[in-house]
Nanobody, 128 residues
Framework: QVHLVESGGGLVQAGGSLRLSCAAS????????MGWFRQAPGKEREFVAA????????SLANSVKQRFAISRDNPKNTVYLQMNSLKPEDTAVYYC?????????????????????WGQGTQVTVSS
């Protein structure tokens, strides 16, 4: 069992930056690939980013490439989402998720069913 807690959300102006953190419980954080998803009001939850167990492989949604970056610190049991050049359309609740496996199949990284554990989410609001 992995318990995930997101933090770092808030209100920011367009063009600004935020760094989200996701702290995981347990001593086996390195056994999990991690992902970030988001859900905007009235929309389905969508994939944002993923990272394998040691950070050697990352994936980003086309909508956030060049602006967002995912990273992890295994000794701290934490995964990060650095968000730069934020746009109003980035407004959403951001969720952290854990996949029970060190690596992930790039063909399925976008699908929610790949992930076994989810956090409660953190709100990000970008004003224009």
């Amino acid at each position: 069992q992995v318990h995930l807690v997101e933090s770092g959300g808030g209100l920011v102006q367009a063009g600004g930056s935020l760094r989200l953190s996701c702290a995981a419980s347990g001593r086996t954080f390195g056994n999990y690939a991690m992902g970030w998803f988001r859900q905007a009001p009235g929309k389905e939850r969508e994939f944002v980013a993923a990272i394998n167990w040691n950070g050697g492989t990352t994936s980003l949604a086309n909508s956030v490439k060049q602006r967002f970056a995912i990273s992890r610190d295994n000794p701290k049991n934490t995964v990060y989402l650095q968000m730069n050049s934020l746009k109003p359309e980035d407004t959403a609740v951001y969720y952290c998720a854990a996949h029970r496996g060190q690596d992930y199949d790039p063909n399925y990284v976008y699908t929610e069913s790949l992930y076994d554990y989810w956090g409660q989410g953190t709100q990000v609001t970008v004003s224009s």
